[in-house]
């Protein structure tokens, strides 16, 4: 078949800056966005320019996202350098065709970079519809009952569903039909259609239909690049969940003169109390981990009873309760750490706890916080009698009933 690679062109339409797609955590066109580890174009791309029929893949694409296309982009020697689109897609395609006019292909498939799913089984089916017609569009006979309704969403009729299709792209012409019928349309009208079949209907092309491929969808809508997401995903992947978790504990002051909180031991005119260190800071963070793990609490990890915990460094506690995150296949995301006391002050020491958490639990200082308040003198913590603490832990995990978990 590489006889006819020279002879088959695909022009991708990506100038469009669509936003459907887009939630408020990124402004990137739908056709750039990331979807299975790649931006969805740079998956239309691949498929094109690994079919052994196409010879040559132009792109259409705004002027703005030029930076965005060049990271996209494969490096293929089919590919070559993009054409700025127009207005519309109408003159964005009629730019294309004609930067495609010193190559004059026999046949042009016009195409929307946001159909990630075309198929060499579909371009099969186009071409070789086009060796007996002008033109040949991929399309699905409408199923659903289909109405017409006025502005405010009353239904004005029912509209017989027999011979309506939905087509879709790619849709394939003979080229120098097309862009003549692109130049004539130019004239009349340069954003009257919108798509290239009813340019060719409205040449007095006659446009075939051919059987096209429901799995060929359109990302529009926010869903759409998430399902996506999960169809062009890694399927060997092992599918994670988020947990979260909580501790909370309490350690009465006693003779001494220092505390340790959160790893670092800061002077005070008493100690803590406890069996351990009687650091509440890393024993909260150790139940909220443990908490995310429904795997008991610190208790049952390190009983009391044991001597051999005894004025143990709590560092022990979280190291230990770390180790079971990994042992489950999952990772610490964030943690958070409150502790509850007048005095001593905890500003001065923040950001000494905060990178002895991160060293024990292995985490970038980013995904750790450390946090305190008092009570306004009220309560036992208010009194100076203690200190409390509480924290969560946020944890990705692999999702019960994923392959290699049980
Ligand atoms: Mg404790």
Redesign the pocket.
């Known amino acids: 078949m590489t006889g006819d690679q020279n002879r088959v062109a695909a022009l991708v339409v990506a100038a469009g800056r669509g936003t459907r797609a887009n939630d408020q955590s990124t402004s990137v066109p739908k056709q750039y966005r990331v979807v299975g580890g790649r931006p969805v174009i740079r998956w239309t791309l691949d498929a094109l320019t690994a079919n052994p029929r196409i010879g040559t893949v132009i792109c259409v694409v705004h002027p703005d996202d030029e930076a965005l296309y060049h990271e996209a982009a494969p490096d293929n020697g089919k590919l070559l350098a993009p054409v700025p689109g127009g207005a519309s897609r109408q003159e964005s395609v009629r730019l294309g065709l004609e930067r495609l006019g010193d190559r004059t292909p026999d046949i042009v498939l016009v195409h929307d970079a946001v159909r990630p799913f075309v198929d060499d089984a579909l371009i099969d089916r186009l071409l070789e519809r086009l060796l007996t017609v002008e033109a040949a569009v991929p399309g699905l006979p409408v199923t659903d009952t289909v109405k017409r309704a006025d502005p405010d969403g009353t239904i004005q009729e029912t509209v017989p569903r027999s011979g309506l299709w939905t087509v879709q792209t790619p849709q394939a012409f003979r080229y120098t039909a097309l862009l003549d019928a692109h130049r004539r349309a130019a004239q009349d009208d340069p954003e009257r259609f919108t798509d290239d079949a009813s340019i060719a209907e409205w040449a007095g092309l006659a446009v075939a239909i051919v059987p096209g491929d429901p799995m060929n969808r359109k990302l529009t809508t926010v869903a759409d690049i998430a399902d996506a997401d999960r169809l062009l995903g890694d399927s060997t992947e092992t599918p994670m969940e988020t947990r979260v978790g909580s501790g909370y504990?309490v350690?009465r002051f006693g003779p001494g003169d220092f505390v340790t909180l959160g790893g670092v031991e800061i002077p005070h005119d008493h100690g803590l109390v406890?069996h351990s260190d009687?650091d509440?800071g890393l024993?909260v963070l150790t139940d909220a981990i443990l908490g995310a793990l429904a795997d008991g609490d610190?208790g049952s990890h390190f009983p009391p009873s044991d001597p051999a915990f005894k004025g143990m460094a709590s560092d022990v506690f979280l190291r230990h309760a770390v180790q079971r995150v990994d042992a489950r296949g999952g990772r610490i995301l964030h943690l958070d750490l409150t502790l509850v006391c007048e005095r001593p002050k905890i500003g001065p020491h923040r950001d000494a706890m905060r990178a002895r958490i991160a060293e024990i639990a292995g985490l970038p200082l980013d995904r750790v916080a450390v946090k305190a308040t008092t009570t306004e003198g009220l309560g036992f913590t208010g009194r100076g009698e203690g200190i409390a603490a509480s924290a969560t832990a946020t944890l990705s995990l692999p999702a019960p009933g994923a392959a290699g978990t049980t």
């Open positions: 504990d350690h406890g009687a509440v024993h610190i």
